[in-house]
């Protein structure tokens, strides 16, 4: 069973990928958001969670060159104050690909002073965030398909 849409004409230039279901690849566009590609990923991620399917995701932020603006992450805090509780039963992980080590320890900074209810880890690469992925899904007792390996692979 799918989740989201399969990959098609970025909205934005987000892509949103469920072709590794349960494992859910979204890829951030190069250039900043503006705020309504903003709103459409808030939508997208809110449908996705909504579903209350058990998932993870790998957050691909690596061709980003500024981060996102204040409103947007007082929209991201707002998300979680109203969807944080599903999404921390449902969505077991997010493996945030984030290319600068400055951004990602700023990152893992930020989330043990305001925690989020889905665990989260910065990392450089898809290869840098396999085992973590494959740990969590052992968590959950959800077998890695081939289709997951293949993107954990970089083969996707």
């Known amino acids: 069973m799918t989740a989201v849409a399969r ?46 399917i058990p998932f993870a995701t790998i957050l691909d932020s690596r061709g980003l060159t500024t981060a996102i603006t204040a409103h947007q992450r007082k929209r991201l805090t707002e998300w979680f104050d109203v969807t944080g509780d599903l999404a921390g039963e449902h969505h077991f992980g997010i493996a945030t690909l984030i290319s600068n080590a400055l951004i990602r320890g700023a990152l893992k900074a930020v989330t043990w002073v305001k925690p989020i209810p889905v665990p989260i880890r910065p990392f450089g690469s898809i290869a840098d965030a396999a085992p973590w992925i494959r740990e969590i899904f052992a968590e959950q007792k959800i077998p890695t398909t081939p289709s997951i390996e293949a993107l954990l692979a970089g083969r996707s």
Do not use: H, M, N
């Open 7 to 52: 990959p098609g004409v970025p909205q934005f230039g987000l892509i949103f990928d469920d072709t590794a279901w349960p494992l859910l690849y979204v890829r951030f566009p190069s250039k900043p958001l503006s705020d309504e590609g903003f709103e459409y990923f808030i939508e997208r991620y809110t449908a996705v969670v909504e579903r209350r």
